[in-house]
């Protein structure tokens, strides 16, 4: 019986894709909606104007701080 042992060197597919890649925003403007959902909290009055608060201070960047 042969116990072949799978190679140990990782191929480049199995690498991690750098943080700076896995953003998703397209560029389009980001609501205070898109901020509370990637938040984890739920869509509330009072989390909506956090996320109205966060985006008048840090701008669109903001969503990018929350995203991995």
Do not use: C, F, I, Y
Request: glycine share 4%; no cysteine.
């Amino acid at each position: 019986m042969s116990t072949s042992q799978p190679d140990a060197s990782p191929q480049p597919e199995d690498r991690a894709t750098p943080d700076s890649l896995l953003h998703a925003r397209t560029g389009t403007d980001v609501s205070p909606e898109d901020l509370v959902l990637a938040s984890g909290k739920d869509l509330t009055p009072h989390n909506l104007e956090w996320a109205r608060r966060k985006l008048d201070e840090e701008g669109p960047a903001a969503l990018d701080k929350m995203l991995p």
